[in-house]
């Protein structure tokens, strides 16, 4: 025998954790819409969208319970993994997307958090795709290449939740309908120390 004991590991490997999060998705619905009504649109990666400022917190109740219930899974998933245990969300940035008929979102990413989310509030089929970019220096041989990207055909009220440094972008929508979401920008502190220095970048 030549080989023996041959062993595998896959290592650094990036993720992407969803979860169905049950609120009202008719409440969030009209809930967006009435911020819309009233925000100005402060569209970053939007084309043909709309976007609003970042906020931390918000009186829509739906959207505020929606809030706390990320941040809550976040903290049971952080627990949950033996790596990852002494940490816990320490502020989580929201913003609402709607990219009308033809609208898309340009390729980008968060800047200095851990991680991003996005919930969906309306999508379907031919309202476009989120996908997600591997962004190492493994993308430039031949075997990262062969998986460089993932395409997510999104689901109607699920959160998903992937690392804060990898680039994404959402494909046209080609429905002719609103396709809504809500992003989340996610920093983590140490449960020992309970303090930290919020960082936003604008550039989302």
């Known amino acids: ?24 998705l008719k409440k969030i619905k009209d809930e967006i819409y009435e911020i819309k009504n009233t925000s100005r649109n402060d569209t970053r990666s939007g084309r043909n969208s709309f976007q609003t400022p970042s906020r ?17 899974f976040i903290n049971e998933f ?7 245990k002494d940490l816990e969300v320490d502020w989580c940035y929201w913003w609402i997307n709607i990219n009308a008929p033809n609208g898309y979102n340009v390729i980008h990413q968060h800047g200095n958090v ?12 031919d ?9 190492d220096g493994s993308v ?8 460089a990207y993932f395409k997510c055909d999104c689901e109607l009220g699920r959160f998903y939740l992937l690392p804060g440094h990898l680039w994404h972008y959402v494909s046209n ?9 809500i992003s989340y920008n996610i920093a983590l502190k140490s449960k020992s120390s309970r303090k930290s220095k919020p960082y936003l970048n604008k550039l989302k």
Not at 78 to 84: P, Q, R, V, Y
Not at 114 to 122: A, C, D, I, L, R
Not at 128 to 133: D, K, S, W
């Open 1 to 24: 025998m030549i080989f023996s004991d041959t062993l595998y590991d896959k290592i650094f490997a990036d993720f992407l954790i969803s979860t169905k999060i049950n609120v009202s």
């Open 140 to 147: 430039y041989n031949k075997i990262g290449v062969r998986d």
């Open 173 to 181: 929508n080609y429905s002719d309908e609103d396709r809504i979401s």
């Open 127 to 135: 309202y476009g795709l989120f996908e997600v970019l591997r962004n």
């Open 56 to 72: 931390e917190n918000t009186d829509k109740k739906e959207l505020q319970k929606l809030k706390n219930y990320v941040v809550r």
């Open 114 to 125: 851990e991680f991003v989310g996005n919930f969906y509030v309306q999508t379907g089929k």
């Open 78 to 84: 952080l627990n949950g993994d033996e790596k990852l």
